[in-house]
Nanobody, 124 residues
């Protein structure tokens, strides 16, 4: 499973960015696809995930209402649309593919396969 995240950059607080994660069609159809992030000095944390065979999505409380995970099978890409960004969103963002979502757990998704991250920096 190969994943390639892109789209990171520098943005001012209140702005928006859209991250992309390129994968094969087989990967998108076989796995749940999610996003994680890791800020300097902190552990990697779950951001959001979209179900492999459904459009069900789950988000961390810290991004709910601001971030949206979507999937485009025609482009073989998973997106993370990030709006109303704030400096606390500064982190390296990773996309991940995984075989299990457990909505009863927090976080609901762990990821089995990982791509290289893309840096997002939000200035105040």
């Amino acid at each position: 499973v190969q994943l390639q995240a892109s789209g990171g950059g520098l943005v001012q607080a209140g702005g928006s960015l859209r991250l992309s994660c390129a994968a094969s069609e087989r990967t998108l159809r076989s796995y749940h696809m999610g996003w994680f992030r890791q800020a300097p000095g902190k552990e990697r944390e779950f951001v959001g995930v979209i179900g492999g065979n459904t459009r069900n999505t789950y988000y961390a409380d810290s991004v709910k209402g601001r971030f949206t995970v979507s999937r485009d099978f025609a482009e073989n890409t998973v997106y993370l649309q990030m709006n109303s960004l704030n400096p606390e969103d500064t982190a390296v963002y990773y996309c991940a593919a995984g075989s299990r979502i457990d909505a009863s757990r927090s976080p609901p998704f762990a990821g089995d396969y990982w791509g290289k991250g893309t840096q997002v920096t939000v200035s105040s």
